[in-house]
């Protein structure tokens, strides 16, 4: 098993708040990698610092063994990281399927090729795939905005898989899901980690998700690692329970 | 209306229409067609910078300008119209380029500061540069290329070119770049993450809205045969943007209802004089209070309201 994303002490400060003080971890090959910790204890700005939304402050990460620190997310999807955000971000007036097309078409071929090409980048068949395993076909044609907010959250998520990346890192996938389509989303996640073979990190704050879905559990607590290791073990440490009792 | 064959089979029927409407109209309508395909033409790039891309630029008079001044200087010098239109693009299109750079810092209000510094000073180039441009007394005696002499003759060339305009823009549009411009308007954050160049798009969304403001201007010049600093000035930039907000930004045939918005209402409130333009502005207002998409979105409204036998329920 290689390492597919390392973290080596990560700092990020924001005047004189250590959002995330001295962070690291490793992610193996195929792992699914579950990040939790009480609201505010930095999983999000270690997102943004590892995914060069927001450059950290000091230290660096490493994507297949090479450094990577502040590289733009653009780069980083040319890499093959891929990412879903914790708030909302489908493209409202295209519709389900365009979505999943844009999401893809820039990694097909180069720009030129595009242009003159097919005006779906040969994708439509790919994205329908996708929208059937995500159970959207339904509503392929209609504006991401007018779907449910479940609905968008699938179809979000969905976009992070179309470019066939190598690391997915999902924020907060589950959020706002209905608990009747959890169970199938967090199915098709499993799905897409074995059969696409790509690595996960997930962060979360329903544990239930957490735990069944996840290979491996890290908590973070003001801006620390406080726990890693098996989903039971991370879930019955004292260290853990005292930081999300304690706040 | 959304189809795409739809929107491009309607935007050439009116091409088509102005084309044979030609035959039987006097030098006056004739020069008022060929101004609504040259404005078009200038309208359907800023909707591209503005409209799909989301990008204000209050500088669209200035590749208008330049456009035409590289066409009523070079012509003179024996160089063929083709190729005068092509430089005016290519000028038009590399300061599009430039003019991309400041919006990849600023949005918004301020993007539109930047563009209107741009536009100020294309302005005091055509006026200023005597040596060059003739200043104040403009250029006069400008030639409309051969066998395209004639005002009927030179309509059938403005809309051939908004023709193959519209073409190109509707191909365009369609493709990957026009879904990635779309998703720069919406999302640029998103859009990065899933690999969209947002640097890229932006600068070519600018850059290829200048160029045909640029082939615009080309076609301008010989069109009323002079030219002068003033008509590419600011009023310029914000009757472009007015047409593309009237017709409806973002949408495909927005500018085409946009121009003609621009070009026949002063002939048809010409009785109210200097009232005109305050007529014209309630009328903007009331339009856009009542349909922020503009004109398109007015009739798309119209379209679906319409009884009908079927269940009428549209899918949500």
């Given at each position: 098993?290689?390492?597919?994303?390392?973290?080596?002490?990560?700092?990020?400060?924001?005047?004189?708040?250590?959002?995330?003080?001295?962070?690291?971890?490793?992610?193996?090959?195929?792992?699914?990698?579950?990040?939790?910790?009480?609201?505010?204890?930095?999983?999000?700005?270690?997102?943004?610092?590892?995914?060069?939304?927001?450059?950290?402050?000091?230290?660096?990460?490493?994507?297949?063994?090479?450094?990577?620190?502040?590289?733009?997310?653009?780069?980083?999807?040319?890499?093959?990281?891929?990412?879903?955000?914790?708030?909302?971000?489908?493209?409202?007036?295209?519709?389900?399927?365009?979505?999943?097309?844009?999401?893809?078409?820039?990694?097909?071929?180069?720009?030129?090729?595009?242009?003159?090409?097919?005006?779906?980048?040969?994708?439509?068949?790919?994205?329908?795939?996708?929208?059937?395993?995500?159970?959207?076909?339904?509503?392929?044609?209609?504006?991401?905005?007018?779907?449910?907010?479940?609905?968008?959250?699938?179809?979000?998520?969905?976009?992070?898989?179309?470019?066939?990346?190598?690391?997915?890192?999902?924020?907060?996938?589950?959020?706002?899901?209905?608990?009747?389509?959890?169970?199938?989303?967090?199915?098709?996640?499993?799905?897409?980690?074995?059969?696409?073979?790509?690595?996960?990190?997930?962060?979360?704050?329903?544990?239930?998700?957490?735990?069944?879905?996840?290979?491996?559990?890290?908590?973070?607590?003001?801006?620390?690692?406080?726990?890693?290791?098996?989903?039971?073990?991370?879930?019955?440490?004292?260290?853990?329970?005292?930081?999300?009792?304690?706040? | 209306?959304?189809?795409?064959?739809?929107?491009?089979?309607?935007?050439?029927?009116?091409?088509?229409?102005?084309?044979?409407?030609?035959?039987?109209?006097?030098?006056?309508?004739?020069?008022?067609?060929?101004?609504?395909?040259?404005?078009?033409?200038?309208?359907?790039?800023?909707?591209?910078?503005?409209?799909?891309?989301?990008?204000?630029?209050?500088?669209?008079?200035?590749?208008?300008?330049?456009?035409?001044?590289?066409?009523?200087?070079?012509?003179?010098?024996?160089?063929?119209?083709?190729?005068?239109?092509?430089?005016?693009?290519?000028?038009?299109?590399?300061?599009?380029?430039?003019?991309?750079?400041?919006?990849?810092?600023?949005?918004?209000?301020?993007?539109?500061?930047?563009?209107?510094?741009?536009?100020?000073?294309?302005?005091?180039?055509?006026?200023?540069?005597?040596?060059?441009?003739?200043?104040?007394?403009?250029?006069?005696?400008?030639?409309?290329?051969?066998?395209?002499?004639?005002?009927?003759?030179?309509?059938?060339?403005?809309?051939?070119?908004?023709?193959?305009?519209?073409?190109?823009?509707?191909?365009?549009?369609?493709?990957?770049?026009?879904?990635?411009?779309?998703?720069?308007?919406?999302?640029?954050?998103?859009?990065?993450?899933?690999?969209?160049?947002?640097?890229?798009?932006?600068?070519?969304?600018?850059?290829?809205?200048?160029?045909?403001?640029?082939?615009?201007?080309?076609?301008?010049?010989?069109?009323?045969?002079?030219?002068?600093?003033?008509?590419?000035?600011l009023p310029l930039s914000f009757s472009l943007l007015l047409m593309v907000v009237v017709g409806g930004?973002?949408?495909?045939?927005?500018?085409?209802?946009?121009?003609?918005?621009?070009?026949?209402?002063?002939?048809?409130?010409?009785?109210?004089?200097?009232?005109?333009?305050?007529?014209?502005?309630?009328?903007?207002?009331?339009?856009?209070?009542?349909?922020?998409?503009?004109?398109?979105?007015?009739?798309?409204?119209?379209?679906?309201?319409?009884?009908?036998?079927?269940?009428?329920?549209?899918?949500?």
């Amino acid at each position: 098993m290689s390492v597919v994303l390392e973290a080596r002490d990560l700092h990020r400060h924001f005047g004189g708040v250590k959002a995330v003080n001295g962070v690291s971890f490793q992610v193996e090959e195929g792992e699914i990698l579950g990040v939790i910790g009480p609201n505010g204890s930095g999983k999000s700005t270690l997102f943004n610092c590892l995914l060069g939304q927001i450059p950290p402050s000091m230290g660096q990460v490493f994507l297949d063994g090479k450094d990577v620190t502040g590289m733009k997310p653009i780069a980083l999807s040319r890499r093959g990281v891929s990412r879903t955000f914790q708030l909302l971000q489908v493209f409202p007036q295209l519709s389900a399927r365009e979505n999943l097309i844009l999401a893809g078409q820039e990694h097909i071929g180069s720009r030129m090729k595009r242009l003159f090409g097919k005006p779906d980048a040969g994708l439509t068949g790919a994205a329908d795939r996708m929208l059937e395993q995500f159970k959207l076909s339904h509503v392929a044609a209609l504006p991401a905005g007018g779907l449910s907010y479940g609905q968008q959250k699938l179809l979000d998520a969905a976009m992070a898989f179309m470019a066939g990346p190598r690391l997915v890192l999902l924020d907060e996938p589950a959020g706002g899901v209905n608990l009747s389509l959890l169970g199938s989303f967090r199915e098709r996640l499993r799905a897409m980690n074995a059969e696409g073979g790509s690595t996960f990190v997930v962060i979360e704050h329903n544990m239930d998700f957490v735990m069944s879905l996840c290979t491996r559990v890290m908590c973070i607590a003001e801006g620390k690692v406080i726990a890693n290791g098996k989903p039971e073990d991370v879930r019955n440490d004292p260290t853990v329970i005292e930081a999300y009792l304690g706040h | 209306m959304n189809h795409p064959y739809r929107v491009l089979a309607i935007a050439l029927l009116l091409v088509l229409v102005g084309g044979v409407a030609g035959f039987g109209l006097k030098p006056y309508p004739i020069y008022l067609i060929s101004q609504w395909a040259v404005y078009t033409i200038s309208a359907i790039g800023l909707n591209l910078t503005l409209g799909y891309a989301g990008q204000i630029s209050l500088a669209q008079a200035s590749f208008v300008g330049i456009g035409a001044y590289a066409t009523a200087l070079l012509m003179p010098h024996g160089v063929p119209f083709g190729v005068t239109l092509v430089i005016g693009a290519a000028i038009s299109f590399i300061l599009g380029v430039l003019l991309g750079f400041p919006a990849l810092r600023v949005q918004g209000h301020y993007l539109a500061f930047v563009t209107l510094a741009l536009a100020t000073i294309a302005f005091l180039v055509f006026r200023n540069e005597s040596w060059l441009t003739n200043g104040t007394s403009g250029i006069d005696k400008i030639v409309r290329p051969f066998p395209f002499t004639s005002d009927l003759a030179y309509l059938w060339l403005c809309l051939g070119s908004l023709a193959i305009v519209t073409l190109g823009t509707w191909w365009l549009l369609r493709s990957p770049w026009g879904r990635a411009f779309l998703a720069l308007r919406e999302n640029p954050v998103r859009a990065s993450s899933l690999g969209v160049d947002v640097r890229m798009y932006t600068l070519l969304a600018f850059a290829i809205g200048a160029a045909l403001g640029g082939v615009s201007g080309a076609l301008f010049a010989p069109l009323g045969q002079y030219i002068e600093p003033a008509e590419f000035a600011l009023p310029l930039s914000f009757s472009l943007l007015l047409m593309v907000v009237v017709g409806g930004s973002g949408s495909f045939l927005g500018p085409f209802l946009g121009a003609m918005v621009a070009v026949a209402l002063p002939e048809v409130l010409r009785s109210f004089q200097d009232y005109y333009l305050v007529i014209y502005g309630v009328m903007v207002i009331l339009l856009l209070v009542f349909s922020p998409d503009g004109l398109v979105g007015l009739i798309e409204r119209a379209v679906r309201r319409r009884p009908v036998a079927a269940p009428a329920e549209p899918a949500k």
